[in-house]
């Protein structure tokens, strides 16, 4: 995993990836700094990343698009699949030195603090919270991004699925609003995402009957949970989809909120993608054994 993740940080650097990423985060950044914190005198940090978030749609694809999309259009992969370097090694090599460029990028960040302090504002840990969320949340974004390079050998359209996904998430509760507060509205909404989860799980797996058997355990205890306690549906899908933000866990932290608990899901959101992306280029990893 050390040397995937040293290979992918120069690779980073060597091509215009890292930079490009790293300018266009702090440009805007520096931007909305100057704006709120130095000419509006705005006391707190945690603003600006709350109005710079949406720039990761446009970033993030940047970074991640490549990762797996350009190992199989170069057929790069087939030696990194036949080293003895593990699936889940070269997965979290090659997310960590992603994560990295990230980190580095809000690193910069950390010295917008002090500067507020010395215009009379305040260097709150708060502002240095903000900074962990955003790379947290950042962190979780790329791991979405990657799995999505890993299911196409396009880096377009790695680039654009990623972009699109990732909108879907900003845009989730406006989504969400449109859905009637019926409880058989709830229904057939969760009924669809069941049906989506069966179908990524026929994706990683090449397994009819386990896809199959996923979506119908997941409809019965759909069905079962309806029957018991059909009044708590009403409005309940509406309700999920803000539970499931990460918008809107991140946007707690201007008001001075910090929830350990948005830590927790940004790690396990980060987690569930690292891990569908394993079991993505395992699956590819068996189908080119089969193929030998």
């Known amino acids: 995993m050390k040397a995937i993740f040293k290979r992918e940080l120069k690779s980073f650097f060597h091509t215009m990836t890292a930079p490009v990423f790293m300018a266009g985060t702090l440009l805007f950044i520096g931007i909305f700094f100057t704006a709120f914190n130095i000419i509006q005198g705005y006391p707190h940090f945690s603003a600006v990343l709350a109005n710079v978030e949406i720039v990761l749609l446009l970033m993030v694809p940047i970074l991640t698009m490549r990762s797996f999309a350009e190992e199989r259009r170069s057929r790069t992969d087939q030696l990194l699949l036949t080293s003895p370097v593990s699936v889940t090694g070269i997965v979290m090599g090659k997310y960590l030195a992603m994560v990295a460029v990230l980190g580095l990028t809000m690193l910069i960040t950390c010295g917008a603090p002090p500067v507020i302090a010395l215009l009379g504002g305040s260097t709150g840990l708060s502002d240095y919270l903000a900074i962990l969320l955003f790379l947290l949340l950042g962190a979780a974004y790329i791991s979405i991004g990657m799995f999505i390079s890993s299911l196409t050998e396009s880096q377009v359209i790695a680039a654009v699925g990623t972009f699109c996904i990732l909108l879907i998430l900003q845009l989730i509760d406006g989504i969400a609003s449109f859905v009637p507060d019926?409880?058989?509205?709830?229904?057939?909404?969760?009924?669809?995402?069941?049906?989506?989860?069966?179908?990524?799980?026929?994706?990683?797996?090449?397994?009819?009957?386990?896809?199959?058997?996923?979506?119908?355990?997941?409809?019965?205890?759909?069905?079962?949970?309806?029957?018991?306690?059909?009044?708590?549906?009403?409005?309940?899908?509406?309700?999920?989809?803000?539970?499931?933000?990460?918008?809107?866990?991140?946007?707690?932290?201007?008001?001075?909120?910090?929830?350990?608990?948005?830590?927790?899901?940004?790690?396990?959101?980060?987690?569930?993608?690292?891990?569908?992306?394993?079991?993505?280029?395992?699956?590819?990893?068996?189908?080119?054994?089969?193929?030998?």
Do not use: P
């Open 182 to 292: 019926g409880a058989e509205a709830s229904l057939v909404c969760f009924a669809l995402l069941i049906l989506l989860a069966a179908a990524v799980v026929y994706h990683l797996t090449g397994n009819l009957y386990i896809a199959g058997g996923t979506g119908i355990f997941g409809a019965v205890v759909l069905a079962v949970f309806f029957i018991l306690k059909r009044d708590r549906f009403s409005g309940l899908f509406g309700s999920f989809m803000e539970s499931v933000s990460l918008v809107n866990r991140f946007s707690d932290i201007v008001s001075q909120v910090f929830d350990l608990s948005t830590v927790v899901y940004y790690l396990s959101v980060s987690g569930l993608f690292v891990f569908l992306t394993v079991q993505s280029v395992q699956r590819r990893r068996w189908s080119q054994g089969v193929l030998k």
